[in-house]
T-cell receptor, first 116, second 109 residues
Framework: GAVVSQHPSWVICKSGTSVKIECRSL??????MFWYRQFPKQSLMLMAT?????????EQGVEKDKFLINHASLTLSTLTVTSAHPEDSSFYIC????????????FGPGTRLTVL | GQNIDQPTEMTATEGAIVQINCTYQ??????LFWYQQHAGEAPTFLSY??LDGLEEKGRFSSFLSRSKGYSYLLLKELQMKDSASYLC??????????WGAGTKLIIKP
C-alpha cells in the first residue's frame, strides 16, 4: 500500500512552454500533498504544500504564478511549470500525506524536467 | 532559524559499519526521519524516531536524543548497494519536514 505515482517520469521541453506534472496517490486519499525540487547534489527543497480544495501554500521565494498547483481531488495534485526556462530544469518530487495522518509522507518517483 | 546538519560525504568499506550523524535545531519536534536516496531517484523511507533511544531494523539502526538535538543512522555489514545519499529530516511543529543537505556515502570494496 501507500503508493504514489508521478507522470511523466521525465520530460524535455522548449524554453517558454508549459509543463504539467501529475502526482497521484494510488491506494489512499491524501488531503495534503507536497511538491519538492531538487537540484544536482543538493537536498530536497520544499516548493509548496498543496491542500485539497484550497489554495496551495508556497514557500518563500517560489513564484506562485510560475508554479501553478491544483489539488482538485483527494488523490491528484498537479504542478504546472509555466513559461519554463533552462534554470527550471530540475528533479521535481511530490509526496502525499494520508488523510488523517500528520506524520507520514509517501514519495512519488520524481519527474526529471529538462528545459532546452 | 531551523537547521539540520549532517556531513557532506563519508567513505566506508564493504562489510564494515558506518555511523552518519545528524544534529538539528527546529521550531518544534514531531519526529526525525532518515531516508535513502539513490542518484536520480526519489527518497525511500528508512526510519522514524520520535522517542529517545535506538530503533533497530535489520542492518540499519537509528538513534535519537531529543535533549541533544542529535540523531545517527548506523549501517552494519555494508554492501555496495548501500552507496547512496542519506537524508535526515525533522518534522517540525507544523508537521512540515525540514531537510538536511544529505550525506553521500561511498562504499569501497
Amino acid at each position: 500500500g501507500a503508493v504514489v505515482s508521478q507522470h511523466p517520469s521525465w520530460v524535455i521541453c522548449k524554453s517558454g512552454t508549459s509543463v504539467k506534472i501529475e502526482c497521484r496517490s494510488l491506494d489512499f486519499q491524501a488531503t495534503t500533498m507536497f511538491w519538492y525540487r531538487q537540484f544536482p547534489k543538493q537536498s530536497l527543497m520544499l516548493m509548496a504544500t498543496s491542500n485539497e480544495g484550497s489554495k496551495a501554500t508556497y514557500e518563500q521565494g517560489v513564484e506562485k504564478d510560475k508554479f501553478l498547483i491544483n489539488h482538485a481531488s483527494l488523490t491528484l495534485s498537479t504542478l504546472t511549470v509555466t513559461s519554463a526556462h533552462p534554470e527550471d530544469s530540475s528533479f521535481y518530487i511530490c509526496s502525499a500525506r494520508p488523510s488523517g495522518k500528520e506524520i507520514e509522507q509517501f514519495f512519488g518517483p520524481g519527474t526529471r524536467l529538462t528545459v532546452l | 532559524g531551523q537547521n539540520i546538519d549532517q556531513p557532506t560525504e563519508m567513505t566506508a568499506t564493504e562489510g564494515a559499519i558506518v555511523q552518519i550523524n545528524c544534529t538539528y535545531q527546529t521550531s518544534g519536534f514531531n519526529g526525525l526521519f532518515w531516508y535513502q536516496q539513490h542518484a536520480g531517484e526519489a527518497p525511500t523511507f528508512l526510519s522514524y524516531n520520535v522517542l529517545d533511544g535506538l530503533e533497530e531494523k535489520g542492518r540499519f539502526s537509528s538513534f535519537l536524543s531529543r535533549s541533544k538535538g542529535y540523531s545517527y543512522l548506523l549501517l552494519k555489514e555494508l554492501q555496495m548497494k548501500d552507496s547512496a545519499s542519506y537524508l535526515c529530516a525533522v518534522s517540525d511543529s507544523n508537521y512540515q519536514l525540514i531537510w538536511g543537505a544529505g550525506t553521500k556515502l561511498i562504499i569501497k570494496p
